[in-house]
């Protein structure tokens, strides 16, 4: 029967079966929608679960998301247990990330500056050759990185992974920044020239304080790049001492012994991820059209 | 003011640490693997290894039981897989939330996108626990459904099912952002117009719909297919490659240095996917570039 309306709907398009079928259709996209968020949160949901499970999780097959027994033990352990290294790794992942970020912002927005205002020989060649670059994965030099570090003896020390992540970051630091600066109006910089300001005045103090929010965006997606890195991280460091938050959380459930180390896992994992959550939703938008700014043109 | 001579190695004084960093963190490696894949270091050759032609070469692309040529076309089926159910589920999503009449929009929108927030390597290790043969929730669910647990993690067929839902799970709140703010650019009347032709929601969606969001959705097409290419995390944390039997090429390169500790082999197969890749980006600058001149 509904087949038939259906059918014939598009053409009596008036009174309440139009309001039927508006109904229907709104009705089931909530239901499509409703069940495609469930796919999204379940992961997260899920291990929101297991990590205040009480219950030995070997045991346990139920699928309640508030667990019968619940614990903060496992954040207590993965924290401050007598096993955990949680705080050494987060100071491990700070320092590299940080210096990663303050090494690259240095180097990079200086030069980013130059391509952007300048025109000087070698610029066209080296702008092509910073996007090939970007569509190189290091993981594939990751061997020669590694002979690299081995000869100088930095196996095992965070200078080796800031050494790595720098350069990988400083080409996505110029080529970000670049882009920036060029949406900055030249009037002002002109104007200052005229009055006689040098380069590095109007650098300085006409163009960083500009491109505050600009920088901080930049910097912000260095400092998580150096914060989620774990493939360089796992490969250079074999020293529990050295390990940084990702290394440490790999370990944790590469380890075995699933029905200890899963739980903190779990917990560790959502304190490392929920930070990062956070600011990825408070820059969403900026990450959105970063993303996208190449892309859309 | 300074003498023109002197204005003109600004610049320079600019770039020159960041290009100096550069070539040496970031260039003088690739040219380094490119070295030693022309030679034998190994386990047994670290520290003392020498030049040996193009045997490395002739090794990847002739023998290892065409280990490469599987590889290959793994990650190009991989690609291909993701991308058309990624690009399906995140065009149904979006066309779903720019429903006018939607309410809750933003907090759908925002629970949608969560899994782009949290962290690739956490979320292909918490994906690695659901998928668990005995403790993990999706056997749970399916032995509660009555059906036989499902070796997830350790058969090759399982092991690309599992990693082709993780890396969906992660990958469509990109491609629904893009969709969605390529359809909430679409001019309404357009669709008032066709209504009035009398035109069914079909017609609408091939004849305006696709046309119009078209010059949005295909470089975040491109993009992604080189994203996907390139993924490592989900394969590798999830099921480690299962010994070659469902490596995609980033994950094989660092397999054969690290697990079988034959570096020069790896290189020599990193710089083949390396000189791949850089032909597909150069032929994507090309067509872009040509795209734009038009």
Sequence with gaps: MEKVIYKNSYAVKTGPKRRTRKFIKLSLAYCVLAAFIVAAILPIVWIFTTSINASNTLLTTSLDIIPEKMTLNHYKNILFGPNSNFFLWLKNSIIVAGATTGLSLMLGTTAAYAFSRFRFKGRKTLLNIFLLLNAFPNILAIVAYYKIITTLNLVNTLIGLVIVYTGGQLVFTIWNLKGYFDTLPYEIEEAALIDGASVLKIFTKIVLPLSRPAIAVTAMFSFMAGWNEYIFAMTFTTNKGIFTLPVGLWSLQNAGNYAQNWPLFAAGSLIVAVPVMIVFLLLQKSLISGLTLGSTK | ?294
């Design chain 2, 1 to 294: 003011m300074k003498s023109k001579a002197a204005r003109k190695l600004i610049p320079y004084f600019y770039t020159t640490p960041a290009m100096v960093v550069m070539f040496i963190l970031v260039i003088y490696p690739i040219f380094f693997s490119i070295y030693i894949s022309f030679t034998n270091m190994n386990m047994y050759h670290w520290k003392k290894y020498n030049l040996i032609g193009f045997d490395n070469y002739i090794r990847v692309l002739t023998s290892l039981d065409g280990e490469f040529y599987a590889v290959v076309l793994r990650t190009i089926i991989w690609t291909v897989i993701n991308l058309v159910i990624q690009v399906s589920i995140a065009m149904g999503l979006a066309l779903l939330l720019n429903i006018k009449e939607l309410k809750f929009k933003g907090i759908m929108r925002t629970l949608l996108i969560l899994p782009w927030a949290v962290p690739s390597y956490i979320s292909a290790l918490i994906w690695k626990g659901m998928f668990n043969h005995d403790f993990g929730i999706i056997n749970i669910l399916l032995s509660k459904l009555g059906l036989s647990k499902i070796p997830w993690l350790t058969s090759p067929v399982y092991g690309m099912a599992a990693s082709i839902i993780a890396n969906v799970w992660l990958a469509v709140p990109f491609m629904m952002i893009v969709c969605l703010g390529a359809l909430q650019s679409i001019d309404h009347t357009y669709y008032e117009a066709a209504d009035i032709d009398g035109a069914t929601g079909f017609h609408k969606f091939f004849y305006i719909t696709m046309p119009l969001i078209k010059p949005a959705l295909v470089p975040a097409v491109i993009l992604t297919s080189f994203v996907t290419f390139k993924q490592f995390d989900i394969i590798y944390l999830m099921t480690n490659g299962l010994g070659g039997k469902t490596d995609v090429v980033m994950t094989y390169a660092y397999n054969k240095a690290f697990t079988s500790s034959n570096y020069s082999l790896s290189s020599a197969f990193s710089v083949i996917i390396f000189f791949i890749l850089l032909g597909l980006t150069i032929l994507n600058m090309r067509l872009t570039k040509a795209d734009k001149e038009v």
